[in-house]
């Protein structure tokens, strides 16, 4: 079974020499602290950019200049701790927060998954979120904090899943990270990861 985004290019984003952006991207942001930790406020930016035919961002997003600008606005909202943005609940109050400023009926779910494998949701019950979250139309942020030895995905991080594929070898996400398109093993992250994470979707 697939599951996407009924858009999958409404995250793009064309640079001016043509070149394509699947989202925005860290490195963007003009001050080392907020290229190293903005991750969080990134993956909130690519989704307030998806749901522009559901609300008015307060600006226009439509080049890397001006998704600069969003980005620095939800980090307002959506903003790092010293240990970074680690929690689902941290990511949850600040995207609430800007649902409501810019006057949306939309808010967050979250699904958490703990440090301890025991106290882990089953992988059906994440596939049964992640689907739910894509068939309403929202990506879904994906905090991990440990990788899991996946070579792709950074530790301690933020991406934004667009797709999910359900099948006889378990879980795999299609993800924008940094302004690239990555594929994640959903179902090994879930085993392997040494610390949690969790999910967010905004309906």
Sequence with gaps: MHTAISRPDGLDIMDTDGRRHHGVNQDWYDNFWRRKAGCGPCT?????????????????ADTPQEALALMNWAWGYVTPTLMGLNSTQLFQQGMDAILAELGSPMRCRVLDVPDSPDDRPLEQQVAAFLRAGLQADSPVAFLNLHNAGLPELDNWHWVTLTALSEGPEGLTATAADNGNLITLDLSRWLKEAKRGGGFVTCA
């Design 44 to 60: 909130a930016t690519n989704m307030l950019r998806y749901f522009r035919g559901r609300l008015t961002l307060p600006m226009p």
